[in-house]
């Protein structure tokens, strides 16, 4: 196939992630959650990067998305709109490219089609989605749900850990939190939604292979809880008199584990868990838990999610300890991957000489909300150290990230 310029996508993506990492909520790791000071200034840096690399129009919409727009060429007359992007908000103590691939990797490639004059027959939007991952708010996806036109005016009032309301942060950063409607793009015109993101995972790397093709993006539902026992003397209580709520929340742990061990791509997670002003003398009279339980398809996860409630409750009454839910349970459902798009993108990986290997997705990503208003497709790149993500160690290599914006222009010109 037709060989772009050596080395025009890898490079310049691991330098823009590497630069973009700096800004961060912690001193001494990546944080990067939704509306801080280091959110802002990472918005501000990928707009500025989107007008260097020659995009046509460059924007922030009212709930912090960066969307540069690479237009069509002059002699289409109605374009119809391709949209890619990724989010750009990090977990805690998160890797550099989890969501940021998915940006700057289309980002270096528009810079690459504006450096040759070259222009698709469709208009092109490269969205840096500003959160995905819930961190700060529990809520995820609160920014393609934005982009789609699906916002929920209720989660302006959500609250974050410090007690800061969605609508104060959103005024401080700047944002009218009135104005969230408008953040919604022409979904009609949507021709596709494609999504490069990092496997986050073993599998490519365990095949020896770059690049994948996604067949479906797991469903999800996450659940904070609070639970209260009755904190007592760790030395004069009697075992059998406790209402240990840290011990109801290992219960339900164990419970998880077991549970979400019995089906393929089902998994369950305790994320979170803290007893709040514990000390080592005292019985805890509380815990805070969180839960998340995926699976590829719904069935098998509400399946689980139903035994895992069940359980929560038979443990908590044999315990004397009450549940409060901290947070409104979210839920989305699994996504598959338009076959047509699929079949492109094992085309492209053919045409660059590689396996047409295709696997789940067993993390949420925002192709997840716009599947609902356009067909969407997504490229996995291989992740290093042993597929670690969520986690600093994450990482990908100079050579397949520039495979995988060969992969990306290859794909662009045959969705023309
Ligand atoms: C997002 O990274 C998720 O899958 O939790
Ligand atoms: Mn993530
Ligand atoms: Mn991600």
């Not at 969605?166 to 408008?182: F, I, K, T, W, Y």
């Not at 443990?315 to 076959?339: F, H, K, L, M």
Request: proline share 5%; charged share 20%.
């Amino acid at each position: 196939m037709q060989s772009d310029e050596p080395l025009c996508y890898g490079p310049q993506v691991m330098t823009w992630a590497a630069e973009l990492a700096a800004w961060s909520d912690q001193q001494d790791n990546l944080t990067c959650t939704y509306l801080t000071p280091a959110h802002r200034a990472t918005a501000e840096q990928i707009r500025q990067w989107m007008q260097e690399a020659g995009f046509d129009t460059v924007r922030r919409d009212a709930v912090g998305n960066v969307i540069g727009r690479y237009k069509a060429q002059a002699s289409v007359a109605q374009p119809e709109l391709v949209v890619t992007g990724s989010h750009y908000d990090t977990v805690r103590n998160g890797g550099r490219y989890d969501g940021r691939l998915g940006i700057l990797l289309p980002m270096a490639v528009v810079a690459q089609l504006s450096r040759r004059g070259e222009r698709l027959p469709y208009d092109f939007e490269v969205v840096a989605f500003a959160e995905e991952e819930g961190a700060r708010y529990g809520t995820a996806f609160l920014a393609s749900s934005a982009y789609i036109g699906r916002y929920d005016p209720a989660w302006l009032d959500l609250v974050d850990a410090k007690g800061v309301t969605l609508r104060q942060a959103m005024a401080e950063a700047g944002l009218d939190p009135a104005a969230v409607g408008s953040a919604a793009a022409d979904t009609k015109r949507i021709k596709h939604y494609f999504e490069v993101h990092i496997e986050q995972g073993p599998v490519l790397l365990d095949a020896g292979l770059a690049l994948g093709v996604v067949t479906s993006i797991a469903g999800s539902m996450r659940r904070k809880l609070l639970l209260k026992g009755r904190a007592g003397h760790a030395g004069t209580t009697p075992m059998h008199m406790r209402r240990d709520a840290a011990c109801a929340a290992a219960e339900i742990a164990l419970y998880v584990e077991e549970r979400c061990s019995q089906a393929d791509t089902l998994v369950g997670t305790v994320g979170m868990l803290e007893v709040p002003t514990g000390s080592v003398n005292v019985i805890p009279g509380a815990c805070r838990m969180s839960l998340d339980i995926r699976a590829a398809d719904d069935a098998t996860r509400d399946a689980a999610v139903a035994d895992v409630e069940r359980k929560i409750d038979e443990i908590c009454a044999r315990r004397n300890i009450a549940i409060e839910d901290t947070q409104p349970a979210w839920s989305v459902a699994a996504a598959p991957c338009s076959p047509e798009h699929r079949a492109m993108w094992r085309a492209v990986l053919a045409e660059l000489g590689q396996p047409q290997f295709e696997l789940p997705s067993g993390a949420g990503h925002d192709a997840k909300i716009l599947e609902d208003v356009a067909p969407v497709s997504m490229l996995f790149t291989r992740c290093g150290n042993g597929g670690i993500s969520h986690n600093p160690l994450e990482i990908i290599t100079t050579e397949d990230a520039q495979l995988a914006g060969r992969a990306v222009l290859a794909f662009l010109r045959k969705l023309g």
